[in-house]
Each structure stands twice: as structure tokens, then as C-alpha cells.
């Protein structure tokens, strides 16, 4: 669920930093703005005015509702639901916004609300879709009907992965694609390339595993674990480490290191600013689920050299061929992510070769600033009724 505090909302939205639009942020839940969006004015959500941030409003505001930047005449409204339709509304009606995009599935439903409200026409509407939303739900038949209903009437479809533009037209969408957009909003090249040791990733010994499990839908684990105890003899001199775990993978991560003597560490919460030095120190990283965009881990593990090895039920293989930049795996199938975890931890040519491959990629379709570009252009184009094509 999109909100405030989320890092894909932060980066997604300094995309903008250098623009001068007037954009609003209407979260999905009352917690604090994420603390690299700065300077920002927030809508409440039972009425309130708007409100500046101040270092107070970081640590205390329950009821953020949107993050507004300066330009002129023109409006770019960014909406995440979904607390409070009629309120979102009123900010609509008041604002009257050139666009208004709704990142993901669940704040579609709070912006087709809240267009029931909307006296007014309703402005130019981008629905989003952050990774498994068409992919996942829209195989379900609670979601399916919303969702063909949004598709209907939203005018533009953005998403991190042509699969997802292939479903959205299945279920009847008919109008713009937005560019073909990782949600991280890609990455600083040259500074990821400064974290990177001088020593080859095969020389690497550092293994990193997302540790979503019983706190998501999607999150498997508890399958990359047990394909790690099952590697344990290839494991010794390797620090594993799983992050984002909650307390039944912390309970997982203590009895493997106790029945396999493997070293192997949970953490609830690595900050932003580390993770991508972890990477950069790591021989292969795991990540296992039952649905997903591109994985922003996997795009970390691409850039820093890492050696990927990622579910197929993402859209990893838009990123990776199968054996060459990285391994696919059914995130289900123990043997198969032990399979992929032996190959990666003895086969030092593969993994060196990989991370050529990687930084090649990574070159033409991660960086930050031709991303800024793409992305500025494309809202331009939206805002202005012009034709947006998808230059991916």
C-alpha cells in the first residue's frame, strides 16, 4: 500500500526536484512524509488546511495528506488512497489539477471514489501500477471488476514492465501508456560505482536476501532459506545477510545458523543510504516471491555487481536472460533456488561476466538523470494532451 513514508514514493518524487510544478501528494495513510521530501505542504485529510512541514510535522503528523511543490499556473496532482474520497475531492475540486495520478491498485479505488464527488470534469487521470497489481490481483475476481472499471475511464496507464502494459490492454484499457518506468526511479550511476570495491564480485564474500515473508502477500522467504541450509558446506567464510525480516524470519535465520553453522543475520530496517554498499559488497543476492515488478532489489543488485538471483513471477526476465546476467527461479522450488545459489557460489567466471553484462544494462536503462528526463517529458506531454509514446 503507497504512503508518505514509502521510499518509492520519495524517489519517484525527487524526480521532480529540478521542475517548478505545483504538485500534491494525497496519501494512502496517515504517517509522516519520508524524510527526503522536503519542504513540502501537507492537505489533512477531515478538513484540515494545508500545512509546511517543519522538523515537528516530521515526527508527529498524523495527518499528512499531500506534498506540494511550486509552478506557476499548472498543477501535477500525485494521489494515493485511500482515506478519505470526499475529502480528496474537495483538494480537486479546490486545486483543480491538470493531472492526477494514482500510483498503485488500492488508490485507484479512492480516486474512482472521490471522481463520484467531483462536480467538475475531472482532470487527466494516470493510473499506476507499481508491480503486482494487474499481475496479481487483477487475476482476482474482488479486484478485477474495479480494475477493468478504472482501466475504462483513466486515461493514461504507467507501470515498470511491458507485461503489465500486455494485461492492462487485456482488461480493456484503451487509452496512453506512460513510459515503461522503474518505480525507484533509477540511480546515481557514478556514485553506486564509488561503493564498489576494486576486487571482483566473485571475490566477494557477502550474500544478501530480501526477507519478506508472513509480514506480505507475496514475499517466499522461507524457500531461499531453506535453499541456503541446503548449500551450507559452500557457505563457509560467507556472511549472509537478510534484511527486511520480521520475527518469523528472524526465528528462521537463528535455527538455520544453529542446525547449519551458517552465518547468517536478520535485520528488520538497513537504512536507505546503506543498502546499496551492502550490495556492492556481495557476491549474489535472493529474491524470492510469488509476484512483483522488477524487483528494486534485483535493479540494486544489477547495478553494484551482484549476482541476481530472482523469482520469474516479477518481470525479471524484461532485465535478465536466464544463466547469462543472472538466474530465474520458481520461488516455490527449493531444489531450483539451491540449484541457482551452488552455481552462483562456485562458478566465479559466470559471475564476473554477469556483472559486465549488468553494468552495460544498467548504463542505458538505470540511469537517473535519463530516467528524470523521460519521466519530466512524459508529464509534460500528459498535462499538455499530447500524445505520449513510450520510448522505452
Not at 527526503?36 to 485529510?45: D, I, N, P, S
Not at 478485477?144 to 486515461?155: K, P, W
Not at 536466464?322 to 520461488?331: A, C, K, R
Request: net charge negative; glycine share 6%; aromatic share 8%.
Amino acid at each position: 500500500m503507497t504512503s508518505p513514508h514509502s521510499v518509492h514514493t520519495a524517489r519517484w518524487i525527487r524526480l521532480l526536484d529540478e521542475t517548478d510544478w505545483d504538485l500534491h501528494l494525497f496519501p494512502s495513510m496517515q504517517r509522516p512524509l519520508h524524510s527526503k521530501l522536503e519542504m513540502v505542504t501537507a492537505h489533512g485529510t477531515r478538513g484540515q488546511g494545508p500545512v509546511r512541514r517543519t522538523q515537528q510535522f516530521l515526527r508527529g503528523a498524523a495527518r499528512l495528506a499531500a506534498a506540494e511543490f511550486g509552478r506557476g499556473d499548472r498543477t501535477l496532482d500525485r494521489v494515493f488512497g485511500p482515506p478519505n474520497a470526499v475529502e480528496l475531492a474537495r483538494v480537486i475540486e479546490r486545486l483543480r489539477p491538470d493531472v492526477v495520478h494514482s500510483m498503485e491498485e488500492q488508490s485507484w479505488r479512492l480516486t474512482l471514489e472521490a471522481r463520484r464527488f467531483v462536480r467538475s470534469r475531472f482532470p487527466t487521470w494516470i493510473a499506476g501500477d507499481w508491480g503486482s497489481d494487474l499481475s496479481l490481483f487483477g487475476r482476482l475476481q474482488s479486484h478485477r471488476d474495479t480494475m477493468r472499471e478504472v482501466l475504462r475511464l483513466c486515461d493514461v496507464y504507467a507501470c515498470e514492465c511491458a507485461r503489465d502494459q500486455t494485461l492492462a490492454r487485456g482488461l480493456g484499457f484503451a487509452g496512453e501508456m506512460f513510459p515503461v518506468t522503474p518505480t525507484c526511479g533509477g540511480f546515481d550511476l557514478d556514485a553506486a560505482e564509488t561503493l564498489r570495491s576494486a576486487e571482483p564480485p566473485s571475490a566477494r564474500k557477502l550474500i544478501m536476501v530480501k526477507g519478506y515473508q508472513g509480514a506480505t502477500l507475496t514475499g517466499r522467504a522461507f524457500f531461499a532459506l531453506k535453499a541456503l541450509e541446503r548449500s551450507a558446506e559452500l557457505l563457509k567464510g560467507y556472511r549472509t545477510i537478510v534484511f527486511s525480516a520480521r520475527d518469523d524470519v528472524e526465528i528462521a535465520c537463528e535455527l538455520i545458523r544453529d542446525s547449519a553453522g551458517i552465518e547468517i543475520e536478520p535485520f528488520r530496517h538497513i537504512p536507505e543510504d546503506e543498502m546499496l554498499g551492502l550490495f556492492a559488497r556481495s557476491r549474489l543476492s535472493i529474491t524470492t516471491n510469488i509476484s512483483d515488478g522488477i524487483s528494486t532489489t534485483s535493479l540494486e543488485a544489477l547495478v553494484t555487481g551482484s549476482f541476481p538471483i530472482q523469482s520469474f513471477t516479477s518481470c525479471a526476465h524484461e532485465w535478465i536472460t536466464d544463466g547469462e546476467n543472472g538466474f530465474l527461479v520458481d520461488p516455490e522450488d527449493v531444489d531450483g533456488i539451491s540449484r541457482a545459489v551452488e552455481c552462483a557460489l562456485t562458478d566465479d567466471e559466470l559471475v564476473d561476466a554477469a556483472a559486465h553484462l549488468n553494468a552495460e544494462i544498467t548504463a542505458r536503462r538505470l540511469d537517473r538523470d535519463k530516467i528524470r528526463t523521460t519521466v519530466v517529458d512524459a508529464y509534460e506531454r500528459v498535462a499538455a494532451g499530447v500524445p505520449v509514446n513510450d520510448r522505452q
